[in-house]
């Protein structure tokens, strides 16, 4: 591709509030033409009719996936329900453009335990192998040589980013470690649905999904490539009154001897010069990121109780999806890798 | 005192949050007269002035404390900040009328423990061994004989229902105990400050008091008389941006062989015949409870991890305070326990 | 009916947020037996199992509106959609048992207008004259003696009120009056919709039903009642990011001569001896009678512009549905007026 | 000012909601330093010490109003509180730099009204005769020579925008205007109230400042100036419970003969290439300009009635205050009107 010019890119899947997101980020981005944003329900129609905070901004019509081959693409996002982005993989191929897919479906190596998770037969396992877990952070060197990036899930990121320093350094225990998140309601998706009705939530707060939610093995097998050994963790997520945003508030067994100093030192070694992750010293709130791509961390030791405390907090829909999915094109085609992202947090 | 006539009260200190929910609930309590409200501040003043949803309800007058000696009362209640109430103990006795106190005064036997934590010392000792803890279905039968009860805090009391029936029957370990709580914002006082300012709350979210929150040693305290050992928890209290409600989610270790079945018996050999105690099968919202005495329970065990998950959720300011000291009334004096807090929860 | 027994009442269709706020009341009710409770859908589960927080307080099967039969009942209220109602009235009628209903369907006596704004055809005729509009303030006597009570709508309940003694004491215009009006999301229903979804209304707001609200013709027809001419008026309806409560900010004007001294007496006069309608001198909020049956009104004039504000709060679902219809309740069948209704406002 | 090099600005109070916006946007713009935050209570800190969302994007350490005589600016913004500002332009007059002034001080030319309404003596009256009223739509010419803009206020800019063509072109009355604005609660400032206590304003709504609003002169000394007469109207503000954006609807009687769709030629013809300024055929909700420069209108004609009916949105410190600025800035010194404020509204 000539330096001179645009990115060229689609959206495949741009009616939910992960595409929408994409396309807010990536119609403001120097870089990148946003070419096509497909969807087959509304094929034809203005973007902006659908969505009217984009009017004056974005003048694309949405097509069908079958009008992309109509378009030299240089990258495709994928932003379809789990299950439908292993079909368009399969189809496709990631020979014509790469592909970043900001579903669960490559997130997993293991695919016994994808398989076992989310109750269903992996359908594009050929392709598997040439899926990188897109976390920047810790796997810039090989997304920047992929084709396809599996994005990583929003509870995930907010998990991975302060454990897997801490893990890898041997500082806390890899088994036990109890991960407490809450994420605002667009976590749940753009459908109308019972549990996400204005009065059932407005006022509410509840967990979900005990034990079982689909984000449990992609933190843990992540996070057991940094480890020595396997580890187990307890994930409760929450849904929280707000719009954006996840916290996680996370338990780990400090090991012997273990000071917060230490804990503090490793997490600034990791990530001073990383321009999105952020060490706070006071527990940071949703809005210190709402908006933006960045990451806050605090942590703590408490010794009475021999147990480290990690907050984190990112916005969902940023570097929890697309925001992330920028980050991880910037850093697969050699674009400084916060262009686009530079936007602050719209606080409050 | 006649069984025909009412019970008298008083209310010291209710310009806060407490205050004006023991107000709501005395002046609609069939057995009771709201003789007295005090406020030093606003002396001389109708409370339904500075409360005008209470106009047409409640006709009292303020008076100050000095003016309590001119009423002949059965029962004072104590709605003043933590450390003042134990002046007011000190000065006035518990011969004249007996007291509930909800503030945290009386709430720790070990007072090198309540002066450690609170910073102060403590200054109305000769009360302490007077003083009942005064969480009705674990101490019904010492509260209908006290002088002096201790109204528990609202983080415990969300903790210490679901947690000492599991720990007294050895189903949980009673150390490493993490509870993660969120609580609303009444929960942070009446005053306004920066951290409660509207557009810092709201569509935010964050943890405080990070290892040191002054509920935690009320809840090992309490608990570790339900155990066979010293209980040891880590609490992290987290500011949920809604009115009111308190949800704990609860880690506690499964001792070898527990099924989920046998955790759920438990309780409900506790708690079936309790009429504010309500164990749910779907992990329960804030709003289940709004308004309301209830508190709601939910368990479950992983079997993944051997961990025992427990969601809870109170009305911070009801069986959290107000509605657990009417609860507290009733029993004291003979009257039907359910009295005056019949009301259904307020959802949505 | 001896005075020693309780009315046997029954709800049709008590899966909405108003039937379910007729549950709370009816269930709390001295006077009151809930006899049944319909719902076609879920027919023979427990209402409990539907809403969980009346576990322990509402121990009702649903049955289905051919069990009504059934039930030798005294009363019958309707909180069926629009149209629906009309429906079981023609095929019930009103002598087994007299009815209030809930919705719009008996509310206009000009069937020609009825007609028009709900764009149907009137089913029902045979019972228009038998029905009177249900609010109690107003319509006292005629209520004590109906058999069929049409319970005003949410938005006419809040504008009426303030504007019927303004208008019939010639205070202000009766044409070009301007209501702006804000609904909290319970007025828009039960069922999840694109407009109800979480994120859209939350931090959002907006018009909506722009020149075409339902609630114009009402609102217009009964204050022509009082008038001596035609009131013709504008209507503007706002969805409010809460749960509860309507707020209508009412522009009128003034006529020659009127001064704020006389607006306020003429208010006085009319209500200072009704228990659900408080004149305050600042402009309320809806949190001063959330959960309550009360309508609090300010009154000013601007002599300025000669405009006459007027802003009046309610609950939509108390005193704008099911508390008015409790309140008509008691009214038909010679129960004290504000039993059952005593609930002091939920704030904060 | 050389072509290449940035613009040198400084922000006089940058502690409030509108200095932190234009920290938020002037941080980011593409043609200016930001040189110089002052504070007077918190010299010497890191500005992203008191706001740790600007951590890792602001690097400024705060100064005090005395230290700025050591930077050579080429534009100074002042987000002083009104008086404040007026007290600065006496000090330092407007001849060393340009200045953009978001407070009342000099937005009225008619100084007789404003120490009416602002119950003080204006003490700066040597300048407000250089002083532009800085809303681009309207005065773009003018706002490109000056060197004194006193930046609208946020009711104001919701509401002139769209009837100022409307009254312009004789299509509505200048008599009788009712405008019901609703603003989020940043627009009561940064520093904790009574009435800005979370629990206070959360699930409450409620109007203020009932016929004397400061923003009311305001709108009718602009206004008037586009009528052939004067223009009287009633503004009642109300405080919304969510953190930014401010709701206009606004009554005006249609002149004879009016249609809709004559209405919506004239704007239309207005703002058709205006970069900010949508007409849109929905009512439009606050979260379709959340974070962004727009300004959304709406407009009806209701025949039946013979009211003009508009709902206008904006963000109330984007457009409404420090988004405004950088437009005028950007008119000011020849800068393309858009940079610096492309951001697409935050929705959700």
Known sequence: MPAHRRLRTAIVGATGYTGME????????????????????????????????????????????????????????????????????????????????????????????????????????????????????????????ARLVANPGCYPTSSILPLAPLIKAGLVSPRGIVIDAKSGVTGAGYKPKPSTHYPTVNEGFSAYGLKRHRHTPEMEEILTRHSGSNVTLQLTPHLLPVNRGILSTIYAAAVNGVTEERLKQVLHSAYDKEPFIRLVDHPPSLDNVRGSNFCDICVALDERTGIVLVVSVIDNLVKGAAGQAVQNMNIMFGIEETTGLGAIPLSP
Chains 1, 2, 3, 4 share one sequence.
């Open 22 to 145: 994409l396309v807010r980020l990536l119609c403001r981005h120097p870089a990148v033409e946003l070419s096509a944003i497909t969807s087959e329900s509304r094929t034809g129609e203005y973007y902006s009719n659908l969505y009217p905070h984009f009017a004056k901004s974005v003048s694309n019509i949405l097509v069908s996936q079958d009008q992309l081959a109509d378009y030299d693409l240089d990258l495709i996002f994928l932003a379809l329900p789990h299950k439908a982005s292993m079909g368009f993989v399969r189809q496709h191929g990631i020979d014509r453009a790469p592909l970043i897919d900001l579903s669960a479906d490559f997130r997993l190596q293991n695919i016994a335990t994808w398989e076992d998770w989310y109750g269903t037969e992996h359908t594009c396992r050929e392709h598997l192998a040439d899926a990188v877990y897109g976390l920047p952070e810790l796997y810039r060197p090989a997304i920047s040589e």
